[in-house]
């Protein structure tokens, strides 16, 4: 960050604690609403849509480290594998031979010089071109250059692989936009990865998401946890293009931001990392699925993938510079990965008898406040995602949130310039 975005950082955080009400022309936020949480037709459109349309983070370069390795993935609902080429470059595919639709590799990872289909024996290069067939003379003009395995498409961030199955969406660079830049100080290309874990939880993704995603709930869920080190009066939320967001919240002084969750003692810090990561808790919201604090320490993405209306995947990964022998860092769980952190299991204690209240005849919608801003804005990109003239009327959110309060744009800036100029 500039010193001059610095700057007005914190000029907003006090802007913020003074405030009392929310800021001048920001609009009230009508309900979202209950179904977006319960009803099938609002999840088979985040299906058909949401999870085709976007960017994923579906891998770390450390999982396919050399030449011929592969992996599978499948968190989005599709059958990928991802393979580092001999050419150094990542590709993705379908996991699905293009003869009879068995899978080419059924390994979760490997290396290998070809994909080779188990079934027949059909065998792919690393940029998913057929390479070889069993009997060939069979095949009565056939041509091997069009049978290739579907490519799916694939983008790296430093060592983070994303993908994206719409042919039509932007690059992965245009659609993080100045996120991108800001991101830059933490070195993405050199963290290595240091864990990556998943839990299944008993809710809709995005109540275990949203948790993640508002400081409102802090001094109620973690008292003892997160409130010492945040505060959150002082909290700033950006809004971004594509229905991301980012918070920061300075941490009171003589607390670290990683006070709350299990860390090694000692850990190899990011150099390059800002004033900002350095003294505040500092939080981006990725579209459509990804939560994770920066800091000086780790990159840490939360991120939540639905397994039906009510169920969901919660992943956990912690990416770092470097770590002794041993003291390799994860900083959502304990007991060698298989049991959640503390604070982890604050957000996501209420999940499943929040979903079962969702479906009561009592709960309509759900009433937010200012401090709960990002949630909003993501359900508005979410029907601007799926189309909203193929969203039910009483299913999508109204868009009330304008572009005037999305980055670069703030309207605050100016109200403290006209505040500081009152006699």
């Known amino acids: 960050m500039t010193p001059e975005h610095i700057q007005t950082l914190r000029q907003l955080m006090e802007f913020e604690a003074a405030r009392t009400e929310p800021p001048i022309g920001f609009p009230a936020l009508p309900d979202i609403p209950a179904g977006r949480y319960v009803d099938p037709r609002f999840f088979k459109l985040e299906q058909t849509h949401l999870w085709r349309k976007s960017w994923l983070l579906a891998g770390h370069i450390d999982e ?4 011929g390795c592969y992996m599978l993935w499948e968190n989005a609902g599709q059958p990928v594998v991802l393979v580092h080429a001999e050419s150094g470059s990542v590709n993705a595919f379908f996991n699905t031979c293009s003869h009879r639709g068995a899978p080419v590799v059924s390994e979760e990872r490997g290396k290998a010089r070809r994909l080779t289909c188990q079934y027949h024996g059909w065998s792919y290069d690393h940029e998913g071109a ?3 067939m069993r009997d060939p003379q069979d095949f009565r003009d056939f041509d091997m250059s069009c049978r290739g395995l579907k490519k799916v498409r694939c983008e790296l961030y430093g060592n983070l692989i994303f993908v ?9 660079l245009a659609w993080l936009g100045p996120i991108a830049e800001e991101w830059e100080e933490f070195q993405f290309g050199h963290c290595r990865l240091a864990s990556r874990q998943i839990f299944d939880l008993d809710c809709n993704w995005k109540v275990a998401m949203e948790a993640n995603t508002e400081v409102y709930h802090v ?3 973690h008292p003892t946890t997160v409130a010492p080190i945040l505060d959150d009066r002082r909290n700033v939320n950006t809004l971004y293009a594509h229905g991301h967001g980012r918070m920061v919240a300075p941490t009171p002084r003589g607390k670290t931001n990683l006070d709350a969750v299990p860390v090694p003692s000692k850990m190899t810090e990011i150099a390059t990392a800002g004033e900002i990561a350095r003294t505040c808790t500092q939080s981006y919201n990725l579209f459509p699925n990804w939560v994770s604090p920066l800091s000086q320490f780790a990159i840490p993405p939360l991120l939540f993938w639905p397994n ?3 169920r969901c995947r919660l992943e956990t990964w912690t990416m770092a510079p470097q770590w ?5 860092p994860d900083l959502w769980t304990v007991n060698e990965g298989r049991e959640l952190c503390q604070v982890l299991m604050e957000d996501i204690r209420f999940g499943a008898k929040i979903q079962r209240s969702m479906g009561s005849y009592a709960f309509s919608g759900v009433p ?5 801003a990002r949630i909003y804005h993501w359900n508005q990109a979410a029907d601007k995602l799926i189309g909203i003239d193929n969203i039910p009327e009483e299913l999508r959110v109204q868009q009330v949130i304008g572009s005037e309060w999305v980055y670069p744009n703030d309207p605050r800036i100016k109200q403290m310039a006209h505040a500081g100029d009152a006699p």
């Open 324 to 328: 002794s022998e041993g003291m390799k």
């Open 164 to 172: 994206n199955f719409d042919s039509e969406a932007p690059d992965l």
């Open 219 to 221: 001094r109620s869920i």
């Open 130 to 132: 057929l390479r070889g």
């Open 64 to 67: 396919i480290p050399e030449p």
């Open 308 to 310: 039906g209306i009510d």
């Open 368 to 372: 937010l406040s200012y401090q709960e």
